[in-house]
């Protein structure tokens, strides 16, 4: 059923203080297209929300993120209560630190989107599975494989790389085989760059 208009109002009041970066009446706007993005959805999530497909077209045709790989975890971290649909909450909650979050916040969402199985850690497995569908341009006389398998390594044995064409190092700190949050945070910190390492998982710049 339509939300009264009081409701909508305590509902914008309260979304302005979750997703703390946007202003009232961007909240405001942003609730307006999660009800026109409701109307694209299948039936299931009727009134209550959108579907995953209605979700990767938006951020397709909004921000260009166009890695099926990567808009599926997107998906993933939005629909916190892993229900299949993304609710009004997780659509305003979600975009605030995906457009207007902190390093630190970005931080935590990226290494989320590439943390494949939840367990706190990217893995040599997660890493090779993120950048085998993030590559473009892979070298013709060498299996695919290979190469992204090369990239694994590099990036863990601290060693300088031309992926997305800048120089970037990751360092594997404690030496165990897989990054943590504390591996992935020194690192960015140190080179902004690295926030996107294994796949761009934020809109981009245009």
């Given at each position: 059923a339509a939300m009264s208009r009081k409701g909508k109002k305590l509902l914008v009041d309260s979304l302005t203080r979750s997703a703390k970066?946007?202003?009232?009446?961007?909240?405001?706007?942003?609730?307006?297209?999660?009800?026109t993005l409701v109307t694209k959805a299948s039936s299931q999530f009727a009134g209550a929300g959108f579907d995953r497909t209605v979700f990767r077209d938006t951020l397709y045709n909004a921000f260009g993120m166009t890695d099926d790989v990567v808009l599926d975890r997107v998906f993933s971290i939005f629909d916190k209560d892993n229900t299949g649909g993304i609710t009004v909450?997780?659509?305003?909650?979600?975009?605030?630190?995906?457009?207007?979050?902190?390093?630190?916040?970005?931080?935590?969402?990226?290494?989320?989107?590439?943390?494949?199985?939840?367990?706190?850690?990217?893995?040599?497995?997660?890493?090779f599975q993120m950048l085998k569908h993030?590559?473009?341009?892979?070298?013709?006389?060498?299996?695919?494989?290979e190469g992204v398998k090369d990239l694994v390594e590099i990036a863990l044995k601290k060693m300088a790389s031309t992926y997305f064409f800048v120089p970037f190092l990751?360092?594997?700190y404690d030496h165990d085989g897989k990054l943590s949050f504390t591996d992935f945070e020194k690192a960015v910190r140190d080179e902004n760059l690295l926030l996107e390492a294994f796949g761009p998982c934020l809109p981009d710049i245009k």
């Amino acid at each position: 059923a339509a939300m009264s208009r009081k409701g909508k109002k305590l509902l914008v009041d309260s979304l302005t203080r979750s997703a703390k970066h946007f202003t009232k009446s961007e909240v405001e706007c942003l609730v307006k297209l999660f009800d026109t993005l409701v109307t694209k959805a299948s039936s299931q999530f009727a009134g209550a929300g959108f579907d995953r497909t209605v979700f990767r077209d938006t951020l397709y045709n909004a921000f260009g993120m166009t890695d099926d790989v990567v808009l599926d975890r997107v998906f993933s971290i939005f629909d916190k209560d892993n229900t299949g649909g993304i609710t009004v909450v997780e659509w305003v909650e979600g975009l605030a630190v995906l457009l207007r979050g902190t390093l630190e916040e970005k931080m935590k969402y990226c290494f989320a989107v590439y943390d494949l199985n939840g367990d706190g850690y990217i893995s040599k497995e997660e890493m090779f599975q993120m950048l085998k569908h993030s590559l473009l341009i892979q070298p013709a006389d060498e299996e695919p494989d290979e190469g992204v398998k090369d990239l694994v390594e590099i990036a863990l044995k601290k060693m300088a790389s031309t992926y997305f064409f800048v120089p970037f190092l990751l360092q594997d700190y404690d030496h165990d085989g897989k990054l943590s949050f504390t591996d992935f945070e020194k690192a960015v910190r140190d080179e902004n760059l690295l926030l996107e390492a294994f796949g761009p998982c934020l809109p981009d710049i245009k």
